[in-house]
């Protein structure tokens, strides 16, 4: 199995989740995970077992290091008691999606 990748991605540009920008986050921060190298961890590509726990567990909290510094005060609310990247991607696309009763009820 090959070493985790160390290198550091830069998050700076990627925009803090806001009410009206989910697209434009969720687009960026797939590409960070994918040059980062963790992808296949918070979509939940590989999911994990006995034997892939330490590596699937340093990507997870990796995704989760790239992920709770873009989002704003509220965004980090909700996803408080959220234990894994995939958990948190998850609840994050259930608010801000399009098809999101939340959104059908703002919208209206």
């Not at 803090?16 to 920008?21: I, M, S, T």
């Not at 989760?64 to 873009?70: C, E, K, L, M, S």
Request: with cysteine; proline share 2%; glycine share 2%.
């Amino acid at each position: 199995m090959a070493a985790a990748q160390s290198t550091r991605i830069d998050i700076s540009h990627v925009v803090k989740l806001g009410d009206d920008n989910y697209k434009q986050w969720r687009l960026q921060i797939t590409v960070v995970f994918k040059a980062a190298g963790i992808w296949d961890v918070p979509s939940g590509i590989t999911e994990r077992t006995e034997s892939n726990a330490d590596d699937f567990d340093r990507k997870d909290i990796r995704a989760q290091a790239y992920i709770i510094p873009t989002l704003n005060a509220v965004n980090a609310n909700h996803i408080y008691h959220c234990k894994s990247s995939k958990e948190i991607l998850n609840k994050l696309k259930q608010i801000h999606s399009d098809a999101s009763t939340l959104n059908k009820q703002h919208t209206l």
